[in-house]
């Protein structure tokens, strides 16, 4: 058995604007489950930058542990990549983002990797506004040591092993909103036309950018009394809007036959079309968007779509007011600028 993804393609295979053709976004063979929901969640990834015209080389990929965190390996094999500890994958994210912003950060973790030994690093890197993509894949459970229920998995479930749930579960997309985080969105691993254009969306916004994915596990977490299940999801999913993401310099026409449509401009020209299917929800008020969080919850209904997004935002360069040329780009000029700097600097001390 080989886990080396065969080389062949059809040579007419269509190619983006680079000259690339999808298998070039393309990882590994993966090791996961069969019909484990992290592979389609990957598979949207290489979609996603296939069809944006991302240089790989331009994109660091960032984990930490679980079987969320080994996804990286499956996708984007041509781009930057760092699997670190478990839950420390934030502080590694930002201290590359500060190093070098010229890249596209895309992290990708998981349920106990974020909602349990990493809670701490993921509160602040929301509160710093890191410009990154985080993606959650929640599945509810820990797959790697047997299915045990995670931080995520709601009240009152029940694993496969037929144990009920008795604690209440760590909402992450509601945290989110209510740490100010400046985009927050929600989305089933089984839904690729709502996945791909949010994570679009996701890397051009400036600023930290948060994308739930129920990721059901086929194999700890998929059977009936599970609310991460493929069914129960199915069931009781529902949808804030519709969406499609309008590329800068692109002319793509929209229609709706009922229903409101917003359109969302992004800072570089580029837009998300909604098309709203929730009621009395506004994409960008926040206290909107947590009602609406919360009135799903108490239908025992799935939000998923954008829930947020604050269009105009500073990340943390902005914040913290650091130099606009990456670390490694600097020269001796701007690295040693003599002893009359060090002197201003000592002034301002005293």
């Known amino acids: 058995m080989t886990y080396i993804r065969p080389k062949f393609r059809h040579p007419e295979l269509p190619k983006n604007k680079l000259g690339y053709t999808i298998n070039y976004y393309e990882g590994a063979l993966s090791t996961l489950c069969a019909g484990c929901g992290h592979d389609s ?30 996804t990286p390996a499956y996708f984007l094999s041509n781009s930057h990549g760092f699997n670190s500890v478990h839950g420390r994958m934030p502080s590694v994210a930002t201290g590359a983002n500060l190093g070098n912003r010229d890249l596209i950060y895309l992290g990708v973790s998981g349920d106990g990797d974020t909602a349990s030994i990493g809670m701490g690093q993921f509160v602040h890197v929301i509160r710093r506004n890191l410009n990154m993509v985080y993606i959650v894949m929640n599945n509810g459970c820990y797959g790697l040591t047997k299915g045990q229920d995670s931080a995520t998995a709601d009240a009152g479930s029940k694993n496969k092993s037929g144990n009920i749930n008795l604690f209440e579960s760590i909402d992450l997309a509601s945290l989110s909103l209510e740490l100010g985080a400046t985009f927050v969105a929600q989305s089933f691993s089984g839904d690729k036309t709502q996945l791909i254009p949010l994570i679009k969306a996701a890397m051009k916004h400036p600023g930290f950018a948060l994308i739930n994915v129920i990721s059901p596990c086929v194999t700890f977490n998929n059977n009936v009394g599970s609310t991460k299940s493929y069914d129960f999801v199915r069931e009781h999913i529902e949808a804030t809007s519709t969406l499609d993401f309008v590329p800068e310099m ?94 201003e600097i000592n002034a301002d001390l005293r």
């Open 250 to 343: 692109q002319e793509i026409t929209t229609s709706y036959t009922e229903g409101s449509s917003q359109q969302v401009k992004l800072h570089d020209g580029s837009a998300i079309n909604l098309h709203k299917l929730s009621s009395a929800w506004d994409p960008m008020d926040r206290q909107s968007a947590m009602n609406a969080m919360m009135n799903a919850k108490n239908k025992g209904e799935i939000l998923t779509g954008l829930i947020y997004i604050e269009p105009e935002t500073k990340d943390l360069h902005d914040l913290i007011q650091t130099t606009a040329t990456p670390l490694n780009a600097l020269g001796k000029k701007e690295l040693c600028p003599g002893a009359s700097a060090l002197e």
């Open 41 to 70: 969640i990957s598979a949207g990834i290489v979609q996603a930058c296939y069809e944006m015209n991302i240089e790989p080389h331009r994109l660091a990929k960032m984990s930490g542990i679980g079987c969320s965190s080994k």
